[in-house]
């Protein structure tokens, strides 16, 4: 993702005001009128807990954020079968959860916000469930032991975001409508506005998507179309997602679309989704992401997943998100540097996911850095290193726009600050003049290789980069990200002291 902070410092002042998105569901949007429930519907039961000896732990233990996801089982395939109403924005269907007990227990959480649900099985059998804010709480027929198999499925409908007021003007994340079309952007806890889902990085799972739309309506989602099924006015679009990917990462996109295909220089298949309205210019942006791929697979190894692609809506939503395989953004925002870096978190933030939400530079450091790699390539050593001083300098004069933490620990309200971007970024290029070129990408992609589709914490990227290049490196991290002070990098004669006035 790309923070509108960094925008604020980068652009600076002039255009400041133009980083508050205008875009967000609380304010621009229609109100949407509510559908009467099914007649036969029932609320949520009040009833006594059946004795629950055994419940799972409603957080999977993230020092940040302590009710996200959920412990005692693991999910590994969802499959969200959805209808869209475009009039009034109300999806109802059924989530189906594929997943596995990883320990004894009589009860399981998932998280869901807002949105009705009508009715709970687990392996075909109607369960009691219960709801208390984010979580929902199902109660298992028979208790589960390690290993069991549970297939859970929650039907459920209503407005997503609808009477949630956790958002404030400015929101923009999770299910977003806007009058001709739907956005997702999930990050962080945004996957739970849709669709019940245990919402933590550490449990990826595979998708398939069935999601159907009034014509002339269109849908796109992570992964491959498998095919569309048209029934009268409705089309349904069925995707599949074959590589496990964090909640956050999931996608659909709902509009009218002109689509874009092609297969790039290294054989990846390309699918860019533009907006019926999206200008000529914000479309050739897009055009150098074959190119982008082959470079990246140079230096981080190979393209993780089978399909690439971007979603690009006409509207001004003042971000960029790294969706697997379908990044989703908005008709600014999009200069080939946000391009580079969203493209890179295919290997990291996608591929290579975080343990915990307080890693959070191992997705936005790298993808920094990797748009600096782009211009480095594209423009010469000199260009960036002329960008990389420009950052330093910012970062060294621009104290009151900081975090004021390390940004190893940044604090759950400062996940996409200026300082995670881009110190981040210098701590790579820093540990990149410690140990010599060579040295360094064999890094990169030895900590890519390792952790494909999988997830990985700082401790684990510092014992690589010390593996691979057989020094000591702790005084060098523990500078770049846990202390506060910005260290020097003599190598290019910075040095913070300069820029203090
Ligand atoms: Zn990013």
């Given amino acids: ?209 069935a999601i159907t739309v009034d014509q002339p309506f269109e849908v796109a989602a992570n992964g491959i179309l498998e095919g569309v099924d048209e029934s009268g006015s409705e089309s349904t679009y069925r995707w599949t997602m074959d590589d496990p990917i964090a909640p956050y990462l999931v996608t659909v996109a709902i509009g009218e679309f002109d689509i874009d295909e092609y297969t790039g220089p290294s054989g990846v298949p390309i699918r860019n989704y533009f907006g019926v309205g999206v200008s000529e210019n914000v479309r050739e942006n897009f055009a150098r992401q074959g190119d982008m791929i082959a470079f990246f697979e140079e230096v981080f190894g190979p393209y993780p997943f089978d399909v690439y692609g971007v979603v690009v809506h006409d509207q001004d939503l003042g971000f960029a998100l790294e969706s697997a395989t379908l990044v989703v953004f908005g008709n600014s925002f999009t200069d080939e540097y946000v391009v580079a870096h969203e493209l890179s978190h295919m290997w990291f933030g996608d591929s290579v996911g975080l343990k915990a939400w307080q890693d959070i530079w191992l997705n936005e450091g790298f993808a920094t850095y990797a748009s600096l790699l782009w211009t480095e390539h594209k423009y010469g050593r000199e260009a960036m290193d002329e960008e990389i001083s420009f950052n330093y300098e910012q970062l060294a004069t621009y104290a009151e726009f900081l975090i004021g933490r390390p940004i190893g620990d940044p604090g759950s309200e400062n996940l996409f600050s200026f300082d995670v971007y881009y110190r981040g970024a210098l701590t790579l290029h820093a540990l990149r003049l410690a140990v010599g070129d060579e040295v360094f990408f064999e890094i990169l992609r030895t900590y890519a290789e390792r952790y494909a589709h999988s997830n990985a914490a700082t401790a684990d990227f510092i014992a690589i980069a010390e593996e691979v290049s057989g020094q000591q490196l702790d005084d060098l991290f523990d500078a770049w990200l846990y202390q506060v002070d910005l260290p020097d990098i003599p190598e290019m004669e910075l040095s913070a002291a300069d820029f203090v006035e």
């Fill in 1 to 209: 993702m790309k923070s509108k902070i960094f925008f604020v410092i980068l652009i600076a002042a002039s255009l400041a005001c133009n980083t508050i998105s205008n875009f967000g569901a609380a304010t621009d949007t229609p109100v949407a009128t509510p559908i009467p429930p099914e007649p036969d519907f029932e609320p949520t039961p009040t009833f006594e807990a059946p004795p629950n000896p055994n419940p799972g732990p409603d957080g999977i233990g993230d020092p940040y954020f302590e009710d996200l996801g959920n412990g005692g089982y693991d999910v590994q395939h969802y499959s969200i079968a959805l209808n869209v109403e475009m009039g009034s924005n109300e999806i109802s269907g059924s989530t189906t959860i594929d997943a596995e007990a990883l320990q004894q227990i009589t009860s399981l959480n998932l998280e869901l916000l807002g949105l009705t649900v009508e009715e709970v099985t687990v392996n075909g059998e109607a369960a009691l469930f219960d709801r208390n804010g984010i979580e929902l709480t199902v109660f298992l027929p028979e208790a589960a032991v390690e290993g069991d198999p549970l297939q859970i499925v929650i039907v459920y409908y209503g407005v997503p975001g609808e009477g949630i007021d956790v958002f404030g003007p400015e929101y923009s994340e999770g299910w977003i409508y806007y009058e001709t079309g739907v956005v997702v952007a999930g990050e962080p806890t945004g996957a739970s506005t849709w669709y019940p889902v245990n919402e933590h990085p550490i449990d990826k799972a595979t998708y398939s998507f």
